[in-house]
């Protein structure tokens, strides 16, 4: 069973900057790849940004490509995401998420976390 706690979340104003940090439980992170998601009231849960068991590859929704960057530490458990130049429409409860095994597409989680509320001012 993987465990996932979410640290970081916070109201902040556009062009801000935010980091959300993800604390994974297991003796096996090292072989998790790991993702971070989010939802927006009223709209379905979407990718934001993926990284590989060893981090070699990353993956980004396009609306975040530029701004937001994804980095796991597999000696602590974490992973964490950089967002910077925040937009309004960032606002959404970002979820942590692990897919338990290095095989698993970062799109098809098995674990996820509580989630951390992020808003955007204006």
């Known amino acids: 069973q993987v465990q996932l706690v979410e640290s970081g979340g916070g109201l902040v104003q556009s062009g801000g900057s935010l980091r959300l940090s993800c604390a994974a439980s297991?003796?096996?992170?090292?072989?998790?790849?790991m993702a971070w998601f989010r939802q927006a009231p009223e709209k379905e849960r979407e990718l934001v940004a993926g990284?590989?068991?060893?981090?070699?590859?990353?993956v980004f929704a396009d609306s975040v490509k530029g701004r937001f960057t994804i980095s796991r530490d597999n000696g602590k458990n974490t992973v964490s995401l950089q967002m910077n130049s925040l937009k309004p429409e960032d606002t959404a409860v970002y979820y942590c998420?692990?897919?338990?095994?290095?095989?698993?597409?970062?799109?098809?989680?098995?674990?996820w976390g509580q989630g951390t509320q992020v808003t955007v001012s204006s």
């Open positions: 998420a692990a897919t338990g095994d290095r095989y698993t597409s970062v799109r098809t989680p098995n674990y």
């Open positions: 297991g003796r096996t992170f090292s072989s998790y790849n």
């Open positions: 990284i590989s068991w060893n981090g070699g590859s990353t």
